[in-house]
């Protein structure tokens, strides 16, 4: 296969889906790290492949790549993300509207510190590439995993949410927040340098609070 | 070989906690025994404690001393993590548990020699 500079994993993938193997599986949409569908495991680490520059990653010159771990694989590179986002509902990772759009908007103080905390997690992109990292996701089919509980991290940080209390309880249910064992592999390699390690933490921390009484208001 | 995920300090972290953990828990009943022997009669201290002159025993010993170092420190970095507003420490928590494990190990191993 051609070498080019610059090249990534997904032009990889793809030179060979269209020259050697046409029937090969995989997915992409964006090529810039936007919509994250492209993840996969690059020598044994999960990664947005169209980010990934081979001569990143390469070693002696050799590429193993694999569909994500911890998702049912349905043909060659392509998983199924079903429990991915069957994971997200049950964390309740959805926003509960309080306002109907005839109404003005609320004002969140940037700087608030709710709102801090919010803003540092809403940027995943569903990638599943912490999902794929996380052992206790492997271990424990039931636990909700990184990126659900990210979600459900930043949720509990809204203001404007109507249902705050509603996610911290599906959060730190069974398999929830408190499965964590801050290993941090999803810190690790989150491609957009988010930390679901501290927003877990933080709804331990705060399903706590809530039990001695000092939670939520 | 570790998976290549695997190999961070997060995880390493994970591992000598449950490692050590594990290690407490089989020495205890060992702990139990002598203490057990102490309520039995004088002598029979006696001769565990001469036993525990040997060179192995104090091999052992430091081993348990650096195990209890890790663990109280991985132990108490969790902890610090889960229940103090969140602040980047992660990773030089774990620094200062490995650096504190091997300090005590050292001090022991002074004082032992
Ligand atoms: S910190 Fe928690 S969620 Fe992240 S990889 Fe570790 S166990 Fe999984
Ligand atoms: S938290 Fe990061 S790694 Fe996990 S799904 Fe979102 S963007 Fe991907
Ligand atoms: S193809 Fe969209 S993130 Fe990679």
Avoid at chain 1, 117 to 133: F, S
Avoid at chain 1, 140 to 148: I, K, V
Avoid at chain 1, 162 to 189: I, M, P, Q, Y
Wanted: net charge positive.
């Amino acid at each position: 296969m051609p070498q080019r500079a610059n090249q990534t994993v997904l032009d990889v993938v793809t030179w060979i889906q269209r020259h050697a193997e046409p029937a090969l599986a995989y997915r992409f949409a964006c090529r810039v790290g936007v919509c994250g569908s492209c993840a996969m495991t690059v020598n044994g680490r999960p990664r947005w492949t169209c980010r990934t520059h081979v001569s990143r990653v390469a070693r002696e010159r050799r590429l193993r790549i694999e569909p994500l771990r911890n998702l049912p694989r349905l043909k060659d590179l392509a998983v199924d993300m079903t429990p991915f986002f069957e994971k997200w509902q049950r964390a309740q990772g959805r926003f509960t509207p309080t306002r109907t759009r005839a109404e003005p908007m609320a004002a969140v103080r940037p700087d608030s510190a709710p709102r801090r905390a919010a803003d540092a997690g809403i940027e995943c992109i569903n990638c599943g590439v912490c999902h794929a990292a996380c052992d206790v996701v492997g271990w424990d089919p039931d636990y909700l995993g990184p990126a659900a509980l990210n979600r459900a991290w930043t949720l509990v940080n809204d203001v404007r949410d109507g249902d705050r209390h509603g996610v911290l309880k599906a959060a730190s249910a069974g398999g929830g927040c408190h499965s964590c064992h801050t290993h941090g592999s999803c810190v690790e390699h989150c491609p957009v340098g988010i930390n679901p390690t501290a927003g877990i933490a933080g709804l331990k921390r705060q399903s706590l609070l809530d039990l001695v009484g000092g939670g939520l208001p | 070989m570790i998976r290549p995920a695997r190999n961070h300090p997060g995880f390493w972290a994970f591992v000598a906690h449950r490692v050590s953990g594990v290690a407490l828990v089989l020495f205890l009943p060992l702990h139990f025994l002598a203490l057990g022997l102490a309520l039995e009669s004088d002598a029979a201290l006696e001769g565990f404690l001469a036993a525990t002159e040997h060179p192995a025993f104090v091999i052992g010993e430091w081993g348990l001393v650096t195990f209890l170092t890790i663990h109280l420190a991985a132990g108490t970095r969790v902890m610090l993590l889960e229940l103090l507003p969140w602040r980047d420490t992660r990773k030089g928590l774990i620094a200062f548990g490995a650096v504190l494990a091997v300090a005590v190990g050292a001090v022991f191993l002074v004082r032992a020699g």
